[in-house]
């Protein structure tokens, strides 16, 4: 379709689903008072209503900037929308009897007798709890979409301008997400001030998002402010280790619960390098929305310094990610804890959970522009929320992140234990590859194998170290690890392929069975996503400037069978 189709259909499309929606707000209006369980109903209705309608207000205003594939994917995400209101508009005229906008609580009056009106009731109140789950599927399906406008650079300003007068037009409440993306998208694309860049900081205004309310922390030096990096001081209690983890709990004033993630860059990284990183990382971690992104709020950095022998000055050695704990009071588990743990009785809805959370948030990670480069168990911490047996994941471990957009050092190692969850090219002491996003998607396909077999591939002894469990030994690790050197490994790269083409052949034969076969092949597409014959990720296809198209596979391929998942 040519760029002219394209802004019509989209224009066109996206103002007949407003108009559809407002019509079919309005008829529910308009019976809201016919009883109190319908009533109720329709405020649920309208309040996942609205968060689409401002979605697409703005990406109606702001269509000209976005990238061709990406202006595709949303035209066919607002046909099954349009498709869904044209349903309800039909179904709800049948349910009245009328097709009439107008129709008032007088219809209702017209129904002589409770059972006439009770059945109304009963048969209004079945359909608007299916338009809730239809509205709630598909927003699901198109958020993601939605927030990967983040990346987009070209007409910054006018996007911004766009995001503020789209806000004006709705609540604050209404507009929240608005206001996440214009933060974000100030912290992604905008350089920091010299404040931010030279000043320690002292006092941060933060949300707790389990219950919006309001916390101020402030450090001991109050006189300084504007920068994210922070006093040591900042952290009052005694820090306390999670198991199987780099990550450390404890409290700050006002016995607020933290998690400090230790980050520990490669020692060839140059410091002033690891600053700036770590600096822009955290400028954007402290704006996400934590219930949407599965990302923990960061309330600021901790530089930690060491002072080697015969040296006079002390050397910067690593950070202190200090983030706000997403449920207070809650102690985290590491996901290698849980899978290491007796999970026998825990319900396969709860797996499923796990995995869609998991994969949304390597999304919003990566739509944020950056790449994680550590994706693990260990670096998985999981909060219990009442609501799922395993808990809500949350991504840690950023001590080998980078920027997307940034040179990536091709230093590497040989442990064992992490190089099962990286691509074969980037195995080794010497890689062979710059790293690119969907090694971060490789690495998810593996956890995500490790969820759908609900086993760990490691076991842990008590002297700290791992090996093979004993179910995946033989077929994983034995032939292509142990027993062979560190530096056979380096330098045979037939190894890292045999394991990898081992993991496929476990998801193949042993997926189907416990997880079904939409997982399976989400899993499968996930380990051959830089294989030359996987349709969806090969490099050539996917190289655009804001990299904008690996999202829109992702989005294409990974994301909605997760979203859809059933056994069978």
Known sequence: MEAAGIVFATVSTADLCIKYGKKLM?????????????????????????????????LSRIWNTLDERL????????????????????????????????????FILRKQGKLKRGKFALRACNHLEKMIQELESWHKRFDLSWWLTLRVQDGGSRIDEE??????????????????????????????????????????RISNNTNDSQITLVSPTSQNGGSIFIDDAFIESQRSDIQHSSCQYAAVEGNQDVIIDLVRPDARVKPENAVQDMRDL?????????????????????????????????????????????????????????????????????????????????????????????????????FRDGLNNLGKPFLVGFEKFRLDRGDTLKFGDDVWERNLYR?????GLHLEESYVMQHDIYSLGVILLEIGLRTS???????????????????????HIQGHTSHEIETSPRYAFGVKENLIQLAESELPASMGPKFTQVV???????DDNNAYFVDSEVKDKDKILVGVRYIEKVRPAITTFTPF
């Not at 804890?337 to 007796?342: G, R, S, T, V, W």
């Not at 170290?465 to 077929?475: F, G, K, M, R």
């Not at 499968?524 to 830089?530: E, H």
Request: with cysteine; glycine share 2%.
């Open 71 to 106: 202006q595709q994917l949303q035209i066919d995400w607002f046909r099954v929308l349009q498709r869904k209101l044209n349903e309800a508009v039909r179904e709800f005229d049948e349910i009245i009897g009328e097709e009439e906008v107008e129709a008032d609580m007088r």
């Open 163 to 204: 995001i503020d007068a789209t806000r004006a037009c709705f609540t604050p409440k209404e507009g929240k997400a608005l206001a996440t993306m214009k933060n974000l998208r100030t912290a992604m694309h905008n350089p920091p001030t010299d404040m931010e860049l030279h000043h320690s900081l002292v006092e941060r």
């Open 524 to 530: 499968i597409s996930c380990l051959t996503c830089l």
């Open 423 to 427: 691509h074969p090219h980037r195995q």
């Open 26 to 58: 309005t008829v529910y209006e308009n019976y809201k008072s016919a009883e109190l369980l319908v009533s109720e109903k329709i405020l649920e209705v309208k309040s996942v209503w609205v968060k689409s309608e401002i979605q697409m207000e703005l």
């Open 457 to 479: 591939f490691l076991d842990f002894h008590d002297n700290q170290d791992y090996s093979p469990s004993e179910s995946c030994a033989n077929l994983l690790l034995e032939s």
């Open 282 to 382: 955290a400028r954007v971690l402290a704006k996400v929305d934590t219930v949407t992104f599965g990302l923990m709020s960061c309330l600021g950095v901790v530089k930690v310094y060491v002072k080697q022998d015969g040296e006079r000055d002390q050397i910067l050695m690593g950070f202190d990610l200090v983030f706000l704990n997403p449920l207070p009071l809650q102690t985290p588990r590491s996901l290698r804890h849980i899978l290491l743990a007796d999970v026998a009785r825990v319900p396969l809805n709860d797996w499923f959970d796990l995995a869609r959370q998991l994969a949304r948030s390597v999304f919003f990670i990566h739509t944020a522009k950056f790449v994680h480069k550590n994706l693990r168990p260990e670096t998985i911490l999981c």
